[in-house]
């Protein structure tokens, strides 16, 4: 498979490859999420690298062990191969608390007891861009603690939500080996962040940043909704002193209106469009057309 703008993927005469796949069992893969393994599968092949599977299982309520039997059934079908065993966030609890800890101690994080209702009623709070799943409102920056107040200690605080501060008008910056350069300004495009929730457990971003380090990643493949999300994770790195990978954001599958795919689109589901008689190669035709675009 060709990768568009020359995207090429070193064959590690330094550090060799190490990809990732990170579903989370909240639903079925939809084609969205099977391109994106796709590709990654390709490039940690062309690369001679190495591939591993992590399960985003943190999210207690909505996940499901019947969606990682199905996401395993479905990569297997799709003949995806991964280094074993699969990771499992819900097994590193204490290395997020870890890192948590390092982000207290070097004053990046401040605990936030704001509802997401005060936030979005919060006078001019702007929504931070389309609307996608990686958007949430601009934390107003009247809301953070004054930065010369003692600092909360962790303690008993751990069970509320803690937010990291953004550096206020710092440009970030990454190359993306599909899209190119991309850019974004802290307190502008996005603000404070969640990365430790109150029921005792670390966000999305933390627990990502944490594992993609700690397991070596040298490139991170997942759809370009989370291309903000990158921005936030950037800044974590540096927080956590670690050394960032390097980032191939995929294009989204969109269904008929144009609308980007969700675990609610049964009909486009793998296991849907299997049972309705879709065909390996007739799927991956379809990815890499959607990459040449
Ligand atoms: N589990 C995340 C998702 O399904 C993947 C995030 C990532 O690849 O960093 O959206």
């Known amino acids: 498979m060709n990768f568009p703008n020359g995207a090429s993927v070193s064959k590690g005469e330094h550090t ?39 399960c985003d299982d943190l999210d207690f309520a909505r996940c499901r062990e019947e969606f990682v039997t199905g996401f395993v059934e479905d990569l297997e079908w799709l003949n995806i191969r991964w280094l074993p065993p699969m990771v499992r966030q819900r097994d590193r609890i204490a290395l997020y608390r870890h890192a948590l800890e390092h982000l207290h101690a070097g004053g990046y994080i401040y605990p936030c007891d704001r509802s997401r209702r005060d936030v979005l009623n919060a006078a001019g709070a702007p929504h931070e861009g389309p609307g996608g799943e990686d958007d949430e409102p601009i ?35 990454f190359e993306d080996g599909n899209l190119g350069r ?60 670690r050394c960032e990978p390097r980032f191939f954001h995929c294009p989204l599958v969109l269904d008929d209106q144009g609308n980007r795919l969700a675990k609610r689109h049964e009909a486009l589901s793998l296991r849907t469009l299997r049972s309705a008689g879709a065909t390996r190669e007739g799927l991956l035709a379809r990815f890499d057309a959607a990459l040449r675009r």
């Open 182 to 241: 991309q850019c974004a300004t802290a307190g502008r495009d996005f603000g404070d962040f969640v990365v430790w929730r109150k029921d005792g457990l670390p966000s999305y971003q933390l627990a990502s940043v944490v594992d993609d380090a700690l397991l070596g990643i040298t490139e991170v493949v997942r759809g370009a909704d989370l291309v903000r999300s990158t921005f936030r994770q950037l800044l974590l790195f540096k927080a956590l002193n």
């Open 139 to 173: 934390y107003p920056p009247a809301f953070r603690p004054d930065p010369a107040a003692p600092l909360t200690p962790l303690g008993d605080s751990i069970w509320q939500n803690w937010r990291f501060r953004v550096p206020d008008g710092a440009q970030l910056t």
């Open 16 to 54: 060799p490859y190490r990809g990732r796949l990170a579903p989370s069992p909240t639903g079925h893969l939809h084609l969205g999420h099977v391109q994106t393994f796709w590709i990654a599968s390709q490039r940690a092949i062309l690369a001679e690298g190495e591939l591993l599977l992590r």
